[in-house]
T-cell receptor, first 113, second 112 residues
Framework: EPEVTQTPSHQVTQMGQEVILRCVPI?????FYWYRQILGQKVEFLVS????????KSEIFDDQFSVERPDGSNFTLKIRSTKLEDSAMYFC???????????FGDGTRLSIL | AQSVTQPDIHITVSEGASLELRCNYS??????LFWYVQSPGQGLQLLLK??????LVQGIKGFEAEFKRSQSSFNLRKPSVHWSDAAEYFC??????????FGTGTQLKVEL
C-alpha cells in the first residue's frame, strides 16, 4: 500500500538555525498538510496546501514557517530560525480528494538545542 | 470552532475484554470523523472514518465506531482486545475541506 514518507526521522538542530523537513506524499494525492505534536500534547494543524498554494494555516504557522512543493513529488516544511519551542514531532499528511481521509507519515522528531 | 474531547487520558483493560474509547466533538456542520492509532515512535494510522450514511462504521483490526449526532459522539469499540492493541488512540474531526482537529488522545494499556 502506498505510504507517505518523511525524512529525516530525527533532526537535531541548534537554536536559530534553519531546518527543512521533507515529505514525499502518496503519488496521486492532491492535498498536503503539516501537523505537529509537542511531546505529551495533542496533534495540531499547521498548514494545508493545494494547487501549489497554501489553502489554510493556523496561528502557529507564522512568518518563520514556509512550505514548498519544489517538484512533483516532494513537500517541504522550512523553519527559518528555530526556537526551543519548535521541538516537536512533525507529521506530513496527504489525501487524494476532499472527501477522502488523510494519510500520515511516520513523522520527523525535531529537537532544538 | 471545531473541537474534540477525549475524556479518558489512560485506560487499562485485560486482554480479551471489551473496549470503548469515548470521543465527543463540536463542529458547525456535518462532521467527518476519524479514529487514528499511534504506536510508540510511529505515525498515525487510520482505523476508521465516518463521512455519511450508516452510523456504525467498521474499521481495521476489528474496531468499530458509532456516530451519534444527538450526543455529538463517535465512540470507538472493540469486542475483544488483543495485547497488540496497546497504543495511543486519537479521535479527529474535519470537514470536507481541510484541517483535522484532534483530541488529546487516550493511552490504552492491555494487561495480559
Amino acid at each position: 500500500e502506498p505510504e507517505v514518507t518523511q525524512t529525516p526521522s530525527h533532526q537535531v538542530t541548534q537554536m536559530g538555525q534553519e531546518v527543512i523537513l521533507r515529505c514525499v506524499p502518496i503519488s496521486n494525492h492532491l492535498y498536503f498538510y503539516w501537523y505537529r505534536q509537542i511531546l505529551g500534547q495533542k496533534v495540531e494543524f499547521l498548514v494545508s496546501f493545494y494547487n501549489n498554494e497554501i489553502s489554510e494555516k493556523s496561528e502557529i504557522f507564522d512568518d518563520q514557517f514556509s512550505v514548498e512543493r519544489p517538484d512533483g513529488s516532494n513537500f517541504t516544511l522550512k523553519i527559518r530560525s528555530t526556537k526551543l519551542e519548535d521541538s516537536a514531532m512533525y507529521f506530513c499528511a496527504s489525501r487524494r480528494i476532499s472527501n477522502q481521509p488523510q494519510h500520515f507519515g511516520d513523522g520527523t522528531r525535531l529537537s532544538i538545542l | 470552532a471545531q473541537s474534540v474531547t477525549q475524556p479518558d487520558i489512560h485506560i487499562t483493560v485485560s486482554e480479551g475484554a471489551s473496549l470503548e474509547l469515548r470521543c465527543n466533538y463540536s463542529y458547525g456542520a456535518t462532521p467527518y470523523l476519524f479514529w487514528y492509532v499511534q504506536s510508540p515512535g510511529q505515525g498515525l494510522q487510520l482505523l476508521l472514518k465516518y463521512f455519511s450514511g450508516d452510523t456504525l462504521v467498521q474499521g481495521i483490526k476489528g474496531f468499530e465506531a458509532e456516530f451519534k449526532r444527538s450526543q455529538s459522539s463517535f465512540n470507538l469499540r472493540k469486542p475483544s482486545v488483543h495485547w497488540s492493541d496497546a497504543a495511543e488512540y486519537f479521535c479527529a474531526v474535519g470537514g470536507g475541506g481541510n484541517k483535522l482537529t484532534f483530541g488529546t488522545g487516550t493511552q490504552l494499556k492491555v494487561e495480559l
